[in-house]
């Protein structure tokens, strides 16, 4: 045996790994913190299993990529068979991430060793074309039951069995169902828009839940010993519908665990089963804060921990480093083949586009700024697609700005930051009536803070909140119309008042086009132009060139597009 007690007794001494216990009831999800490590002697432990999610390409955020490598070479000192499995949301979500479609991830996915992987609803962002190039970059494949052609076939081998010694632990992998409409559909649709896949959609949930069901007997009927559900849906805390894991692992049998995500939460509980088991469920919180540890024992019981700390451990080289005001012990190895990764796009990230005099602000820590209400970095942003695409206005989702813009020089790498998804903007010929039925849709959400708010360039209009929404969806919540008075009012294009029967020119990207985030009103849209550059592209521009390399301050606040009325 390669595992000796002085070597356990040395770690046990040294190591202050942080975790959360597994909690015995739903009841008592908010954990305990102790320190555990190791989960056992060798001789107890048949494999350990560490869990990742919604990593969204933060590579060299807390624990890191090179932190968990570090652990998991810590483990491997210990144990015989050690796996590494990801729940989606991994290659997305910085700027090396959006320059690279998300294949510089997955060099450090392959790196770091993982053995599985589901894909996540924003692994589609870069479209499909690009999923696919990653699916086949990285080393272990992607899994998923539910992401399926038109004719109902997985796209993707809808579960895998991985082995450890004699021990055939299976699993399968979903995706929210709603990624049809959370995430960029484009190659998803055909040319006169009808979708070519199925995420297994319905009223009730129960297309996902018996395919799921379908899966799981079919992994035991090959053999394996247990079976997890790799889930990327989410609790019912923060997604309560019928494809949260709350509800789907309700109407399933033969699971012995769940690893979650979507949610970006970090909880460890049990819910039960449809046959009323408990089953056990963990997620590991956003951008590697934690990594989950399921072990399972030689006698069959099952235990989650959440890591939170990675130790330094004799004989096995590590680094210190600080990240976020943390000391955090890595690998240096990994942490050489990251820091040549960044360095690589150095020069393109740091060439300078000009001066901003005040903090453009959409997220301070605690709240979103432009998710429910006008944001002057949001209106910066859509001024300039409207200008530069030559239109009379411009719609642009909250969700697509996703970090600030600091007072100072401003570089690539900070555009891009502010705007990583490199969007495609199209310059369409639209209806008043698209118009009006995008601006209701847009707020039918408040007073709930949401991606899909829409903030404007060109269009000025008035909101009464205190009215009830009249918007009608379907089941994948898209826009189907409007049955009864609107809370939008006193509309304006270009300070004149819109006429629903009218045409305007709309820059818009296509995400927002072809009905991402629900925005179903703009399928009859005619497209005039398709614009040379991306979203954040057409910021760089705008600044440079429209502005004079200077931002000015009047975007520090809110510049009155959206006004609340009673």
């Not at 189907?480 to 305007?504: F, M, N, Q, S, W």
């Not at 629900?518 to 521009?541: C, Q, R, V, W």
């Amino acid at each position: 045996m390669k595992k000796r007690v002085s070597l356990i007794i040395t770690v046990m001494l040294l190591l202050s790994v942080m975790t959360a216990a597994l909690a015995s009831s739903a009841e008592e999800s908010a954990a305990e913190t102790v320190s555990v490590f190791p989960a056992g002697s060798p001789d107890e432990v048949a494999a350990v299993i560490l869990h990742t999610n919604d990593v969204h390409a933060g590579y060299a955020d807390n624990i890191g990529y090179d932190g968990l490598v570090l652990y998991k070479k810590e483990l491997e000192a210990f144990y015989d068979h050690v796996l590494l499995v990801d729940a989606g949301d991994a290659v997305q979500g910085t700027v090396i991430a959006s320059l690279s479609n998300g294949t510089e991830i997955i060099r450090m996915m392959n790196r770091a060793g993982y053995d599985l992987a589901a894909p996540g609803n924003h692994e589609f962002d870069f479209g499909f074309d690009a999923l696919e190039e990653c699916s086949e970059l990285l080393s272990c494949g992607y899994t998923c039951a539910n992401f399926c052609t038109a004719d109902g076939e997985p796209v993707f081998s809808p579960w895998k069995i991985l082995e450890a010694g004699d021990l055939k632990i299976g699993f399968v992998a979903t995706v929210t169902p709603y990624t049809f409409t959370q995430t960029s559909i484009r190659n998803i649709v055909n040319e006169v828009g009808e979708p070519m896949y199925d995420f297994l959609v319905d009223n009730t949930g129960d297309r996902l839940c018996d395919a799921l069901q379908k899966r799981i007997d079919e992994v035991r009927a090959n053999g394996a010993d247990y079976v997890i559900l790799l889930a990327h849906l989410g609790s019912d805390t923060k997604t309560p519908s019928i494809y949260s894991s709350n509800a789907v692992v309700g109407k399933l049998t033969g699971l012995d665990m769940v690893i979650d995500s979507h949610t970006h939460e970090v909880y460890n509980t049990r819910i039960p089963d449809k046959e009323g088991r408990m089953i056990p469920v963990a997620q590991a919180g956003e951008k590697l804060k934690v990594v989950g540890q399921l072990t399972i024992y030689r006698d069959g019981h099952m235990e989650e921990t959440l890591v939170e700390l990675v130790p330094s451990v004799s004989g096995i080289p590590s680094e210190l480093v600080q990240r976020k005001k943390t000391d955090r012990y890595v690998d240096p190895e990994m942490k050489a083949f990251l820091d040549d990764i960044t360095a690589s796009y150095e020069p393109v990230l740091e060439r300078k586009i000009g001066y901003n005099p005040a903090d453009l602000v959409v997220w301070d820590g605690v709240r979103d700024y432009n998710r429910a209400e006008e944001n002057g970095l949001c209106d910066l942003v859509a001024d300039s697609q409207r200008v530069l695409a030559g239109a009379q206005a411009a719609m642009v989702h909250a969700g697509s700005v996703r970090n600030n813009l600091s007072a100072g020089e401003i570089t690539c790498k900070d555009v891009l930051n502010t705007l990583p998804y490199y969007n495609e903007i199209v310059k369409v010929s639209v209806s008043g009536q698209m118009i009006l039925d995008a601006l209701e849709f847009s707020v039918s959400f408040l007073p709930k803070r949401v991606g899909g708010f829409l903030q404007v360039s060109g269009i000025s209009f008035s909101v009464n909140p205190d009215l009830g929404s009249s918007v009608q969806t379907d089941e994948k919540k898209q826009f189907i119309c409007v049955e009864g008075d609107r809370r939008v009012h006193d509309v304006t294009i270009a300070g004149r008042a819109l006429d629903p029967k009218a045409e305007y020119t709309l820059a818009i990207n296509m995400f927002l086009l072809t009905g991402g985030d629900g925005y179903t009103m703009f399928k009859e849209a005619d497209i005039l132009e398709t614009m040379p550059l991306s979203d954040n592209e057409m910021l760089m521009k705008y600044i440079e060139e429209n502005l004079g390399g200077v931002i000015p301050e009047k975007y520090g606040e809110p510049l009155g597009r959206i006004q609340w009325t009673t």
